[in-house]
Antibody, heavy 119, light 108 residues
Framework: EVQLVESGGGLVQPGGSLRLSCAASGFTFSSYWMSWVRQAPGKGLEWVAN????????YYVDSVKGRFTISRDNAKNSLYLQMNSLRAEDTAVYYCARGTSLTSAFDIWGQGTMVTVSS | SYVLTQPPSVSVAPGKTARITCGGNNIGSKSVHWYQQKPGQAPVLVIYYDSDRPSGIPERFSGSNSGNTATLTISRVEAGDEADYYC???????????FGGGTKLTVL
């Protein structure tokens, strides 16, 4: 079964750091672009970052540039999001999602992991 | 940056046709993808590359894209179609993935 499972969410203070993980199974992870998409409580979807199959290209939404880093380990079939200098507005459910190319749709999504930034 | 505009809500009676629009500057030149999201669940892809349907998505779901508007059409609407729907594109001028604000479909 094709599956993405996120982990690593939780409660963190403003200015703190958190590392999210996404474990992939059921498909050849190294063949796909991967992304992080977030959704603040009661709000719409917001794309955060994506990464090419070999990690050679990465793109970020402006609001997280310089604070978040997307990475992947194809040997471990895993995607990561290192989040530093967290702000209250980063509070959201974070989903990992799979795409076949830079312009493609996200055809598989994880169930999401909640990140709450609060003192 | 590129902006996608969706109506906040659309209401339709069961068995009728729902049309959800996604407006953007010359969106017809871009590839548009659509997602369905039910409360407490992850989004599900329902239309990709303007009008293609993933396996498992009913034929009642269709899409079109021309000029400044892309449209998701749901025919013979069922109660189970009630959800939030989002359009999405890749904006090559800014290297960003852009989502529309979402449309809540209510089945009356």
């Amino acid at each position: 079964e094709v599956q993405l499972v996120e982990s690593g969410g939780g409660l963190v203070q403003p200015g703190g750091s958190l590392r999210l993980s996404c474990a992939a199974s059921g498909f050849t992870f190294s063949s796909y672009w991967m992304s992080w998409v977030r959704q603040a409580p009661g709000k719409g979807l917001e794309w955060v970052a994506n990464i090419k199959q070999d990690g050679s290209e990465k793109y970020y939404v402006d609001s997280v540039k310089g604070r978040f880093t997307i990475s992947r380990d194809n040997a471990k079939n895993s995607l990561y999001l290192q989040m530093n200098s967290l702000r209250a507005e980063d509070t959201a459910v974070y989903y990992c999602a799979r795409g076949t190319s830079l312009t493609s749709a996200f055809d598989i999504w994880g169930q999401g992991t909640m990140v709450t930034v609060s003192s | 940056s590129y902006v996608l505009t969706q109506p906040p809500s659309v209401s339709v009676a069961p068995g009728k046709t729902a049309r959800i629009t996604c407006g953007g500057n010359n969106i017809g030149s871009k590839s548009v993808h659509w997602y369905q999201q039910k409360p407490g669940q992850a989004p599900v892809l329902v239309i990709y590359y303007d009008s293609d349907r993933p396996s498992g998505i009913p034929e009642r779901f269709s899409g079109s894209n021309s000029g400044n508007t892309a449209t998701l059409t749901i025919s013979r609407v069922e109660a189970g179609d009630e959800a939030d729907y989002y359009c999405q594109v890749w904006d090559s001028s800014s290297d960003l993935v852009v989502f529309g604000g979402g449309t809540k479909l209510t089945v009356l």
